[in-house]
């Protein structure tokens, strides 16, 4: 192995960061496997890229792994049904952004018969595996839902190091590692087979270092492996410091080389995966049962029960809150994902996605936001951009919707971390004004 192959001892330096809140509270509460609602959505865009066509109707009979969307686009990955019944309807749905979406509304039956053509992949190649991992329909389940088989789709020998993202440095969110301890041999075996079938040399497992459980458990599974394995994987401790997990920083601080702007990972020989999802694929190379499940952290003040739950992918919000006791307190805010990159939900109607990591909902006293004042020109939101912006100059031309402004000062490399908002002593709304500048920015460029 070459200088900047081996493996490494600790992690490089990276820019800006905040010392966000851990609030990890579930983090020991081994998780529980939901039983099968009385319906689910499978909502048709559960991923970055074009979204799928239903291929099934209302009326038609559907069992656990059966596809029931899918779609022609290479940037796209099919929809199983999670349950067995019957199809109710074909609907469309709005999501948290506010788009509008097919789904497949899908009476259960309870008995959750897995369908016939389930059957591990025959994989004789590196194209077979690819091909299986869509068929799989797995997506980066730590929230970003790209494609895996997209992500491994790159020429031979253009990546020499897999990452493993198991940093989970939002606050709250305890579901990865869950992952780690409960399924560390699923999480070494899905890196053995990447590393196996596409030929890469190096896996580098980051994992912040407030998770000291996890570190040891994947630690151990990793020594074992590297005696008869291709290649050499580690597990990386990582500072506690937020956000470790978005897919640049990590890079960054596991092998020191730095994404240029509208390039990707493979761009600099890397392929980042989470935990989960590497878990999956080991799953499913095992038992060709395609993505139907998650595990997701519910934790807030206002839910009973906080714990770490697998549900079946398309359960309703409510559902899965009246499987962790129901709620305590009128919940004042509910949140996909965590409270720094997560969206708000308008009710809980919304179905679980393959991408949602946790569901938050916070009482009155947690959702509390303090009101702005005057910016005061601290720089303390400068400092804490782990992309080098300066915020206050881009809010600058954001105020005179000056695209040209915006884009020269680098918005659209803004990953909306919310670092900003956080370290801002005068709460000024930054990281919403970020999302609405890039928004006037893909606007023009339309228009153009
Ligand atoms: S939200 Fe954007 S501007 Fe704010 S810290 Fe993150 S990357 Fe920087
Ligand atoms: S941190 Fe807040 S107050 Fe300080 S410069 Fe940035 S926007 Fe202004």
Same mark, same amino acid.
């Given at each position: 192995?070459?200088?900047?192959? =081996?493996?490494?001892?600790?992690?490089?330096?990276?820019?800006?960061?905040?010392?966000?809140?851990?609030?990890?509270?579930?983090?020991?509460?081994?998780?529980?496997?939901?039983?099968?609602?009385?319906?689910?959505?499978?909502?048709?865009?559960?991923?970055?890229?074009?979204?799928?066509?239903?291929?099934?109707?209302?009326?038609?009979?559907? =069992?656990?792994?059966?596809?029931?969307?899918?779609?022609?686009?290479?940037?796209?990955?099919?929809?199983?049904?999670?349950?067995?019944?019957?199809?109710?309807?074909?609907?469309?749905?709005?999501?948290?952004?506010?788009?509008?979406?097919?789904?497949?509304?899908?009476?259960?039956d309870g008995l959750m018969t897995p369908y016939e053509g389930i059957a591990p992949p025959e994989i004789n190649s590196r194209e077979d595996f690819i091909k299986a991992v869509r068929d799989s329909g797995v997506v980066g389940l730590g929230g970003a839902g790209f494609p895996v088989h997209v992500k491994l789709s790159v020429e031979k020998d253009k990546v020499d190091t897999l990452i493993i993202n198991a940093a989970e440095c939002e606050p709250y969110i305890t579901a990865d590692n869950r992952e780690a301890l409960e399924n560390s041999w699923g999480v070494i075996s899905g890196i053995k087979s990447v590393m196996e079938l596409m030929e890469i040399d190096r896996a580098i497992i980051g994992v912040e270092d407030n998770k000291p459980h996890a570190i040891k458990a994947l630690r151990e599974v990793c020594e074992a492996a590297n005696r008869d394995m291709h290649g050499e994987v580690c597990v990386l401790p990582l500072k506690a410091r937020y956000p470790q997990g978005a897919e640049k920083v990590l890079i960054k601080v596991c092998t020191n080389r730095v994404v240029p702007e509208g390039k990707l990972p493979a761009d600099v020989g890397c392929v980042v995966m989470n935990i989960g999802s590497i878990a999956f694929v080991s799953s499913y190379l095992k038992t060709g049962m395609p993505l139907v499940t998650k595990r997701i952290t519910v934790d807030g003040e206002a839910v009973k029960n906080p714990q770490n739950v697998i549900a079946p992918i398309g359960t309703k919000i409510k559902d899965i809150i009246e499987f962790c006791g129901g709620y305590k307190c009128e919940p004042e805010k509910l949140i996909f994902g965590g409270p720094m990159m997560g969206l708000a939900l308008p009710d809980d109607e919304m179905p679980l996605l393959k991408q949602n990591n946790a569901i938050l909902a916070f009482s009155k006293r947690e959702a509390a936001r303090l009101e702005p004042s005057d910016c005061i020109r601290c720089g303390r939101c400068a400092s804490a951009c782990p992309m080098g912006l300066t915020p206050p100059l881009i809010s600058g031309y954001i105020a005179q919707r000056d695209v040209k402004g915006m884009t020269d000062s680098g918005i659209m490399v803004c990953m909306e971390c919310g670092c900003c908002s956080f370290a801002c002593p005068a709460n000024r709304p930054i990281v919403q004004n970020m999302r609405m500048g890039k928004g006037m920015v893909r606007a023009a460029a339309r228009k153009k």
């Open positions: 192995m070459g200088e900047n192959m =081996k493996l490494p001892l600790k992690p490089f330096r990276s820019r800006g960061g905040v010392k966000a809140p851990h609030r990890k509270h579930t983090w020991n509460n081994e998780s529980v496997v939901m039983p099968p609602p009385s319906e689910v959505i499978i909502c048709m865009s559960q991923h970055i890229g074009a979204p799928c066509t239903p291929v099934v109707k209302a009326g038609d009979e559907v =069992k656990v792994g059966q596809t029931v969307g899918d779609s022609d686009a290479f940037m796209s990955v099919p929809m199983h049904s999670s349950v067995s019944g019957k199809v109710k309807r074909i609907e469309t749905i709005t999501m948290p952004n506010g788009s509008k979406v097919p789904a497949v509304r899908i009476e259960s």
